[in-house]
């Protein structure tokens, strides 16, 4: 191999090209994590030591990524034939076509077996499908072989400035490189190209990029010289071969989180690479907790859950170790209220005057903190919208990789709704955009929801604002007091999980309903308080109004950077239960996790029923008992006692002691293996019940549960808290 690569030879004079795309590629990854560093201002100290592992260890990425990045360009050095076209003629092409369309099958099939990528995420596989058919259509040392090699170079080029640019515009919104969100971004395309569409001057930014494109090509043009003075095909697929053995090699050696060696997770970030963080997301959409974590014995699991899901109103049904089926008895008579739960988009605790903010731009809320029964400490499952409708209608931990919004087999799950459904309500959920984005349509309707969008908006109502999300949050209120509306006609309660959007970027609205200005986040911040102003206003001129338990929280914080892998602060959310002839107020200052928001409501509205359910009725847990469990897709929390465990893939973890109000953390030794060993039983068991069907509704669990019977008169025994708060 040594002897092929001398100054002259034809390998050589082959693969150059390879050298311009690498020196290309290393400065625009440079030149971007430089960028990046700016942009996280006093986030990260300018020490020589972080200085020196952000650059360091991010140069070994940027050369791993190039492995992977350059693949284009080795398969059209290889395959393109030397003095002339191997193919001619219309059978030869139809030929090579299939052939090609075969081997571009035979990877969606691969990449489907290992990380159940569906077309929705490999669609870009059609580029690199369309680069590589005309290539055996010309010879690599004449004029066209000439200009094919500049226009691969061009398309590369610009692809990488793309990347580049985008890189960019997704740090100033989440503070990381590329991850889990811009996966996703893949499947989403309508929405997240309108959503580029509205919220940036993408038209002149496109155009940049193709003059800096053209610039860089012209500078480095030399580098691109086609020569090639015989070399074989057999001996260019020797090069091909070892390239993907390097591949290989790669994969197995090296991950997203081999960088994440410091304290600070701004550091980490600027470490990696954004294209390969991005396949590393990639790879990690599914994963198995059992393969990638710390397990315990599934008994050992199992009964550590156990005993941590009883509480004093909870009964579990049978012996069976594995099974957390619990029968929930309250003392008296049900109150079968309206229940109307709202999650906001991105409310962070922060934006709350309550919590200190001095921008006035929660108004009505802040008012209503006196008003309702407020939780001052609840943290949210996740950073993204599916972690929060999963917590909330289904009350169970994260499980990695995908939401269970998204995973096959998610059909039939014991959800909130099939609570409410026994008992006569119609449950719907209600979205301003179209409920197939993060496929909530489908998941809703198939557990116990009835699906409601924008497309049962009526023709002709007025539409206040729409963006590519959805319609404003005021047309959203509509389309649910519409559903309030038949619902009460039809004589039936009624409970409604109602998802709005306005608070996402590009931040638009109505004019004229507040102050601040359209297309900022404090403008759309406010208008959300307005929003939900005005509903409350609507909703209180009907005769069900005095019926109804109005729910108000987030679905996650707006942001979820931080210098920790689980910045706590990011994941503080806001809680309301607002129902003034029923629920009398109070601030709730102990620890509350989103799964404990489900469990609670139905504690308040005294119901008695069967549930798997993950979350307590807080009102009926012991105080010292509060846990929550914040996490990302791949790093899982568990928040107790002030201390915060993170479990993470290759089976490692942090314990650490979280500051509430930064964010940071400070690692805790020795660690406390009774809160390791609780937090793995909880994700483990969560993840093994889902795999294996048991969280599956099973038809004993519209079992009627009887309730506690009320004491005698003479008795002094006080009543339940949630029942005392009624």
Known sequence: MSSAFTPTSPLRQRFRPLLWLAITFVAISFVTRVVLLIMSGHEVPHTPLNLLYAFGVGFGYDLITYIYVAWPLVLFLWLVPTRRATVSGLGQWLLWALALALVYALCLGVLYALYRAHLGMTWPLVVLFLLVLPIPGFAYVSRGGQWALYGLALVLLYGLLFVAASELVF?????????????????????????????????????????????????????????????????????????????????????????????????????????????????????????????????????????????????????DPHDLTRAIRRVGPERHLNVVLISVESLSGDYLGTFGNKENITPYLDSLVSQSLFFDNLYANGTRTVRGLEALSLSVPPTPGDSLLKEHNNENLLSLADIFNDRGYQSDFVYGGYGEFDNMNYFFSHNGYRTVDRRDIPKGATIHSENVWGVADEDLYTLALKQMDDAQAAGKPFFLHIMTTSNHRPYTFPAGRVSQANQTRAGAVAYTDWSISDFIKRAREKSYFDDTVFVITADHCASSAGKTSVPINRYHVPLWIYAPKHIQPQRVERLMGQVDIAPTVLGLLNFSYRSRFFGYDLFQLEPGRERAFPATYEKLGYLHHDVLT?????????????????????????????????????????????????????????????PLPLPAPATSTPAPASSAAL
């Open 171 to 319: 740090w100033n919104e989440f503070s990381v490189r590329f991850n889990f969100i811009a996966v996703d971004y893949l499947v989403y395309t309508t929405e997240v190209i309108g959503n580029i569409r509205e919220s940036y001057p993408i038209g002149r930014w496109l155009a940049l990029l193709v003059v800096g494109a053209l610039v860089v090509f012209a500078i480095g043009r030399r580098g691109l010289r086609a020569r090639d003075d015989g070399s074989r095909f057999w001996q260019r697929g020797r090069i091909v071969l070892l390239w993907l053995v390097l591949t290989a090699v790669s994969l197995a050696a090296v991950n997203g989180g081999v960088k994440d060696r410091t304290s600070n997770n701004y550091v980490n970030e600027l470490a990696g690479n954004g294209i390969y963080q991005f396949f590393n997301a990639f790879r990690s959409s599914h994963l198995d907790y059992a393969k990638f974590y710390r397990t315990l014995p599934d008994d050992q699991a199992f009964r550590l859950v156990r005993e941590g899901l009883k509480t004093p109103d909870a009964t579990y049904i049978n012996d």
């Open 646 to 706: 993170v479990l993470e893939p290759q089976r490692k973890l942090e314990q650490m002691k979280p500051d509430y109000a930064t964010g940071d953390a400070t690692p805790i030794t020795p660690q406390n293996e009774n809160q390791i060993d609780q937090a793995i039983a909880y994700y483990q068991v969560a993840s093994e019940l889902f795999r294996h069907g048991g969280l599956a509704r099973r038809p004993a669990d519209s079992t009627a549960v009887e």
